[in-house]
């Protein structure tokens, strides 16, 4: 069956980057995409970026963009998301989940990693 | 950036009722690329509609989707204890973003 399995909680200071994992099992990964949602405690979801696996195209939100670089490695089917320059406001849960891309486009989230809670504190 | 604003905030309703969710966006929806979760504490979000009013693999068909351009209704149509959560929208049709979500309580 379709498992993401995501890396542990962080607890970083601010100014401090962060990398969370995602591993896929269970489906032909260079077929799909890889986005990467987060949720602040008691907060909505916020996209934060997918990425093409099969031609590694990638498409960033603005409140990350230039801090954040999202990148895979096949031979692992793993996905990974680095977040550069913690602020407080970071603070949240990190989801992975599966997608589908095409011409450029990547399309829903059919299935979702267990979450990575990321505390940046002081 | 498409804003996508739902309606209400929050639901309050009993089991065996209707409920009617709404996600407007603040320009029109390329090709009706909009989804719904639904999402309990603790817990990832699932896919339940994909493409306005695709049912996504296993969603009981009381849930269903509908709507074109700026305007989106998710439905269920008789609520069952299981169904109390958050409600998010997504509009995947430039770049994405998601709605606020709708909390439908008991």
């Known amino acids: 069956q379709v498992q993401l399995v995501q890396s542990g909680a962080e607890v970083k200071k601010p100014g401090a980057s962060v990398n969370v994992t995602c591993k896929a099992s269970?489906?032909?990964?260079?077929?799909?995409?890889i986005a990467w949602v987060r949720q602040a405690p008691g907060q909505g979801l916020e996209w934060m970026g997918w990425?093409?696996?099969?031609?590694?195209?990638?498409n960033n939100g603005r409140k990350v963009q230039g801090r954040v670089t999202m990148t895979i490695d096949t031979s692992a089917n793993t996905a990974y998301m680095e977040l550069r320059s913690l602020r407080s406001d970071d603070t949240a849960f990190y989801y992975c989940a599966r997608t589908y891309c095409s011409g450029g486009r990547c399309y829903y989230f059919d299935y979702w990693g267990q979450g990575t809670l990321v505390t940046v504190s002081s | 950036e498409i804003v996508l604003t739902q309606s209400p905030g929050t639901l309050s309703l009993s089991p065996g009722e209707r409920a009617t969710l709404s996600c407007r966006a603040s320009?029109?929806?390329?090709?009706?690329?909009l989804a719904w979760y639904q999402q309990k504490p603790g817990q990832a979000p699932r896919l339940l509609i994909y493409?306005?009013?695709s049912r996504a693999t296993g969603i009981p068909d009381r849930f269903s989707g509908s709507g074109s351009g700026t305007d989106f209704t998710l439905t269920i149509s008789r609520l069952e204890p299981e169904d109390f959560a958050v409600y998010y929208c997504q509009q995947y049709g430039s770049s994405s973003t998601f709605g606020q979500g709708t909390k439908v309580e008991i």
């Open positions: 269970g489906f032909n990964f260079v077929t799909y995409g």
């Open positions: 990425l093409s696996i099969y031609n590694d195209d990638t």
């Open positions: 320009q029109s929806v390329t090709s009706s690329y």
């Open positions: 493409g306005a009013s």
